[in-house]
């Protein structure tokens, strides 16, 4: 494009902007980590809580649990809001439940969590 006979170049960075902000929160995520911090979050936080796989053993009833909460069990966007306002103690049903990873868990350590969880509620 030309704005007064220049070529427009901020174009380019303006497309980039708008594809890293429809990438959302879940862009970078790691499921092997995410997997790890479920089964072992005590060990890999090297905090003094519990491991989540302790309460949340059995898939299938905690993919129910995010549906019954108005998640999408599939979806690691969804399941990281979840996530996210569970700790937070805003999720109704779940007010303190998580209060015990509140400033222990990451912004990445959430991502890897909820890129595990959607892709094991997957199959």
């Known amino acids: 494009?030309?704005?007064?006979?220049?070529?427009?170049?901020?174009r380019p960075l303006r497309v980039l902007l708008v594809l890293a902000l429809m990438a959302g929160p879940v862009s970078a995520q790691?499921?092997?980590?995410g997997a790890k911090l479920f089964t072992e979050t005590r060990v890999?936080?090297?905090?003094?809580?519990?491991?989540?796989?302790?309460?949340?053993?059995?898939?299938?009833t905690?993919?129910?649990m995010i549906r019954n909460r108005g998640g999408r069990a599939d979806d690691a966007r969804s399941v990281h809001n979840l996530l996210d306002r569970s700790i937070a103690g805003a999720q109704p049903g779940a007010a303190n439940?998580?209060?015990?990873?509140?400033?222990v868990l990451t912004p990445q350590d959430l991502r890897d969590l909820a890129a595990y969880l959607a892709r094991a509620a997957r199959g």
Do not use: S
């Open 30 to 33: 790691d499921i092997a980590r």
């Open 97 to 103: 439940a998580k209060a015990q990873y509140r400033g």
């Open 62 to 64: 905690l993919r129910e």
């Open 44 to 60: 890999v936080t090297g905090r003094a809580v519990g491991n989540c796989i302790a309460c949340h053993a059995d898939l299938e």
């Open 1 to 10: 494009m030309h704005m007064n006979g220049l070529i427009d170049r901020r």
